[in-house]
């Protein structure tokens, strides 16, 4: 509470004038100031300042606790609605993030029910997100046992991850793909997997590209002996 005589703020034309008079209040002008700081922890959000007493009086420390409690819901309501912005931003950027990479992101239940198929994954499988809802994960493996292979290590793991997993997959039609993947289990907020991520590299390039390679140095061994 700042007194009028004891401030020296211009509070012309930057606050609403009162339309009471100062003989209506006791022990208040209507060019005082009551201000009640807008805190989170030690974090100064903001300063709410608030117009005359409805009753005339000048407020007291009961009634000034009512508007530090106000400030108190005002001040978390606002604090959660930024957090929340800025979590809902997050969210958006990183499932942009997952479905617009060109490397395969698939997650999945413990039931190994497929629940995100990205851009990538359609890509080098070939399947729609509609057509893979009736596919299991273990499917999509040329042979099943790899797949309950990765998930075994998958939870043996202290840290709850697999790396440069070599494998292979069948497209929609069929088609072996030479595959890296990379997995990591998926917690709850109490520490229990709920599923698991996978991120495959296509490997048919680059092996391609291994192959022309060998068959070239053996070319040159070739031509050096002959």
């Known amino acids: 509470l700042v007194p009028t ?11 609403i004038e009162s339309n009471r008079k100062p003989s209506e ?15 989170v922890e030690d974090t100064v959000l903001g300063i709410l300042s608030v117009d ?43 499932a942009n993030l997952i479905e617009n990479s060109t490397d395969l992101i698939i997650t999945a239940d413990l039931d190994e029910n497929i629940v995100i ?10 399947y729609s997100k509609d057509e893979i809802q009736d596919i299991k994960l273990n499917q999509l493996f040329q042979n099943s046992d790899d797949c309950d292979l990765l998930l075994d290590l998958l939870f ?15 497209d929609k039609y069929g088609n072996d793909i030479a595959i890296e993947l990379s997995s990591v ?5 109490h520490s229990q997997p709920i599923g698991f991520e996978i991120i495959g590299k296509d490997m048919r390039e680059h092996l391609k590209l291994e192959n022309i390679k060998i068959k070239n140095e053996r070319l040159n061994t070739i031509s050096k002996l002959a």
């Open 5 to 15: 005589d004891l401030h020296l703020l211009n509070i012309k034309n930057k606050t």
């Open 25 to 39: 209040f006791i022990n208040w002008n209507p060019n005082d100031i009551l201000f009640v700081p807008l805190k």
């Open 52 to 94: 005359d007493p409805h009753d005339g009086l000048r407020p007291t420390i009961d009634s000034i606790q009512v508007l530090e409690l106000f400030a108190y819901k005002v001040s978390n309501f606002y604090s959660r609605s930024k957090l929340y912005k800025k979590l809902l931003h997050t969210q958006q950027y990183l």
């Open 117 to 126: 198929f990205n851009y990538g994954a359609e890509n080098i499988l070939n």
């Open 156 to 170: 043996k793991q202290t840290d709850g991850k697999v790396r440069n997993y070599e494998t292979k997959l069948i």
């Open 185 to 189: 289990l998926l917690i709850d907020l």
